[in-house]
C-alpha cells in the first residue's frame, strides 16, 4: 500500500498523514458523466477510502467521447453508470469501498444520498439538483465543490458550509441566469470537464487532508482560448440558504417529469415506490410489447415507444420531451 501511493506521499502537501486522512475519508460523488468519470478515477486511485457514486443514467455511445470511465461493452451490457463505474474502479483499487448508487437526486433521498460523507462531489448536468446540494451541505455542515463543464468552458467553485459564500450566494436560483446552454445546444469538447474535474479533485485533496490553502474563488476556464481567471465571491445578506431556509431541500412537491439534458428523453418519478421486481414487471409487459431486461433495468418497447424501468420504480421515456406523454405511457404501463 505504501508502495501504491508513494509518488503522492512524497508530495508535501500529501505527505504519509495526508495519505492516512485520505483512507479515512468518505465521498459522494453526484452525477457520474464528464465529470464524475474524472473525479472518480482520481480520488479512487489516491486512496480515498469510502467513494459513493450516484447516477441515474445508463451509457450512450455519444458519452464514450468525454465520460472516460466507460468502453463500448458497457453499452452493450446496458449497465448503468454508477455500477460499471463500481466494477472498473474496483479493478483499478480494490481497498477503496466502492458504492455505486442507481438512483435520481431528489430531495426525499439527497440527504441519505450524502448521509456520512466528509466531502460531496458535484458532477452534475443540471442546476436544479444543486441547488438541493446546497441545502443538504450546509444543513449537515458537509462541504461541495461545485463543477460544471459545457462547449470549451468550465467553473468550479468550493463551498465550505457557514464559512465560504454558498452556491445560492452565487446564483439565487436555478432559472435567474439566463443561462439556457446544455450539452445538446452547445455541445462539449473533453478537455473543459477533464481540467475542471481536475481542479475539483485537487481542491478535494485539498479539503481531506486539512490543507490551509484552499481555494476561495470562482475559478472560470476556456480551454479553448486558453483562458483562466478567478473571481471572488461575496456573501448574499439575503440568501435563504446561509439563513438555513433549505427551500429545494423542504420542497414538498418532486418533479413528477422532467426533460433530460441532450437525451430527447423524459424521466419519470413516482416517489411513492420504494422497489419493483423486474421480473414480475417483464411477466407483465411481455404479451403488451417487446421486453427485454436485466437485473438494473428493463427495457419495454410499444407502439413506437420505448421506456426503460429501474428497480427503484423511476422510468426514463425516450424519443419524447413530452412530459405529460411520458407520465401518461408511465400511468398506463407502469401504473401510479
Ligand atoms: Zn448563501
Known sequence: MID????????????????????????????????????????????????????????????????????????????????????????????????????????????????GADLILDGLDNMETRFLINDASLKHGIPWIYGGAISSYGMTMNIIPHETPCFRCLQASPISSGIALTCDTAGVISPAPFIIGSLQTTEAMKILVGAEEINRDLIIIDVWRGEFNHFKISHRADCPACRGEYQFLEARSGTRATSLCGQNAVQVLNPET???????????????????????????????????????????????????????????????
Open 274 to 336: 420504494n422497489e419493483i421486481s423486474l421480473e414480475r414487471l417483464a411477466a407483465h409487459l411481455g404479451p403488451l410489447g417487446e421486453v427485454n431486461y436485466n437485473e438494473f433495468m428493463l427495457r419495454f418497447r410499444v407502439n413506437n415507444h420505448e421506456m426503460v424501468i429501474f428497480p427503484d420504480g423511476r422510468a426514463i421515456v425516450k424519443d419524447t420531451n413530452d412530459e405529460s406523454l411520458a407520465r401518461g405511457l408511465y400511468a398506463k404501463y407502469i401504473g401510479m
Open 4 to 115: 501504491r501511493y508513494s509518488r503522492q506521499t512524497l508530495f508535501p502537501g500529501i505527505g504519509q498523514e495526508g495519505q492516512r486522512k485520505l483512507g479515512n475519508s468518505c465521498v459522494a460523488i453526484i452525477g457520474c458523466g464528464a465529470l464524475g468519470t474524472i473525479i472518480a478515477t482520481s480520488l479512487v486511485r489516491a486512496g480515498v477510502g469510502k467513494v459513493r457514486i450516484v447516477d441515474r443514467d445508463f451509457i450512450e455511445y455519444h458519452n464514450l467521447q468525454r465520460q472516460v470511465l466507460f468502453n463500448e461493452e458497457d453499452i452493450k451490457a446496458e449497465l448503468p453508470k454508477a455500477i460499471a463505474a463500481e466494477r472498473h474502479l474496483k479493478k483499478v483499487n480494490s481497498s477503496v469501498e466502492i458504492e455505486g448508487v442507481v438512483s435520481d437526486v431528489n430531495y426525499t433521498n439527497i440527504e441519505k444520498l450524502v448521509a
